[in-house]
T-cell receptor
Framework: GQNIDQPTEMTATEGAIVQINCTYQ??????LFWYQQHAGEAPTFLSY????GLEEKGRFSSFLSRSKGYSYLLLKELQMKDSASYLC?????????????FGKGTRLHILP | NAGVTQTPKFQVLKTGQSMTLQCAQD?????MSWYRQDPGMGLRLIHY???????DQGEVPNGYNVSRSTTEDFPLRLLSAAPSQTSVYFC???????????????FGPGTRLTVL
């Protein structure tokens, strides 16, 4: 089966740094995504990692270790608008087709 | 580009009724998918499609049918609605990148369905 784990909730302070972890146990792993979802809205894409290492995009960075089945999303210089859920998703190959499955998401609360 | 559109935005059904949730995209994406989102459960994959004429089951396909007669449209049918299908439904589309796999998904605004 496929399993993706991430913390349910986290709290951080405006201006600080926070790291959201994601671990996965899947077969046919082909890449990992991070999405942001504000309450009542659709998810929006943040990052995509296929190879091991760090991908940086402005205040957001994402890291992947395929051998450890582990990823993290790093958010720097936190702003109040970063209060949202962060969804880890894994692309898996099954029957020669790719499908994308999500973890349950981490709700991030930013305190002033 | 309108992106991914979903209709209706809200729907209330009675148990046993059937209906179709519409999803369309104008980005010529080959990959389309349907998810449901329930509190504390994240996004769960219902069905997906890698191109016109091809569909496959996701994690929670029971009670739902899909078809993909065109690249643009990917409707989701509820055959006989049940209260357990009360949820927010998201449709998404994606394109194949140079590595041969599907890249970021673009999501529609969602349909909020209540089954009484």
């Amino acid at each position: 089966g496929q399993n993706i784990d991430q913390p349910t909730e986290m709290t951080a302070t405006e201006g600080a740094i926070v790291q959201i972890n994601c671990t996965y146990q899947t077969s046919g792993f082909n890449g990992l995504f991070w999405y942001q979802q504000h309450a009542g809205e659709a998810p929006t894409f943040l990052s995509y990692n296929v190879l091991d290492g760090l991908e940086e995009k402005g205040r957001f960075s994402s890291f992947l270790s395929r051998s450890k089945g582990y990823s993290y999303l790093l958010l720097k210089e936190l702003q109040m608008k970063d209060s949202a859920s962060y969804l880890c998703a894994v692309r898996v190959e099954e029957n020669r087709d790719d499908k994308i499955i999500f973890g349950k998401g981490t709700r991030l609360h930013i305190l002033p | 580009n309108a992106g991914v559109t979903q209709t209706p935005k809200f729907q209330v059904l009675k148990t046993g009724q059937s209906m179709t949730l519409q999803c369309a995209q104008d980005m010529n994406h080959e990959y389309m998918s349907w998810y449901r989102q329930d509190p504390g459960m994240g996004l769960r994959l219902i069905h997906y499609s890698v191109g016109a004429g091809i569909t496959d089951q996701g994690e929670v396909p029971n009670g739902y049918n899909v078809s993909r007669s065109t690249t643009e449209d990917f409707p989701l049918r509820l055959l006989s609605a049940a209260p357990s299908q009360t949820s927010v439904y998201f449709c998404a589309s994606s394109y194949e990148d140079w590595r041969g796999g599907y890249n970021e998904q673009f999501f529609g605004p969602g349909t909020r369905l209540t089954v009484l």
